[in-house]
T-cell receptor, first 116, second 113 residues
Framework: KAGVTQTPRYLIKTRGQQVTLSCSPI?????VSWYQQTPGQGLQFLFE???????NKGNFPGRFSGRQFSNSRSEMNVSTLELGDSALYLC???????????????FGPGTRLTVL | GESVGLHLPTLSVQEGDNSIINCAYS??????FIWYKQESGKGPQFIID?????DKRQGQRVTVLLNKTVKHLSLQIAATQPGDSAVYFC????????????FGKGTMLLVSP
């Protein structure tokens, strides 16, 4: 079974631009979460989606948004990029459903975003 | 590859030694905990998990210990191998029905042959 895939793997943008990152979860997984990883802040939660609904959101500005499609694939968008948005963006999927509590989450390789 | 973190606590061991990586978690209401391994240029890889109704769980060469009294989690790796060199993160989940994980800062494990 294929793992979580993320595209693109690397991206270079300039300040003020916007970017869209894509995540395809493991087949059958309907829960998708996004995390930002930086050397200074570590891994920080961005969003959690289940069945096209955003269930939880981390403490990030409104420039960060996301969505999930009916096939469970997810995208996240960052508008008006800032230098501090340079990070590794990780997507994770799991089989768990709302109300079941947390379970094993499988991470993709991430998208390395560099903002110049 | 690219580093996943700078100035991380580092544990250096010899091949064959047992390693113990510690983590202090933040929320006494957390009920699920996971250890992840992250190699350079890759996403975190699941190692082992434990729920708050347990204090110990064993996997292949790994053991996780949970001490809820002091909010402490540890990962023990037996007979550490050079392939175990990576950054290790503990993560916790609150009992709120979400899958959201809160990660620790990570520990870099360096295994010398």
């Amino acid at each position: 079974k294929a793992g979580v895939t993320q595209t693109p793997r690397y991206l270079i943008k300039t300040r003020g631009q916007q970017v869209t990152l894509s995540c395809s979860p493991i087949s059958g997984h309907r829960s998708v979460s996004w995390y930002q990883q930086t050397p200074g802040q570590g891994l920080q939660f961005l969003f959690e989606y289940f069945s096209e609904t955003q269930r939880n959101k981390g403490n990030f500005p409104g420039r960060f948004s996301g969505r999930q499609f009916s096939n469970s694939r997810s995208e996240m968008n960052v508008s008006t990029l800032e230098l501090g948005d340079s990070a590794l963006y990780l997507c994770a999927s799991s089989l768990t459903q709302p109300g079941q509590g947390a379970g094993e989450q499988f991470f993709g390789p991430g998208t390395r975003l560099t903002v110049l | 590859g690219e580093s996943v973190g700078l100035h991380l606590p580092t544990l250096s061991v010899q091949e064959g030694d047992n390693s113990i990586i510690n983590c202090a978690y933040s929320n006494s209401a957390s009920d699920y905990f996971i250890w992840y391994k992250q190699e350079s240029g890759k996403g975190p890889q699941f190692i082992i998990d434990i729920r708050s109704n347990m204090d110990k769980r064993q996997g292949q060469r790994v053991t996780v210990l949970l001490n809820k009294t002091v909010k402490h989690l540890s990962l023990q790796i037996a007979a550490t191998q050079p392939g175990d060199s990576a950054v290790y993160f503990c993560a916790e989940n609150l009992a709120e029905g979400y899958s959201t994980l809160t990660f620790g800062k990570g520990t870099m494990l360096l295994v010398s042959p």
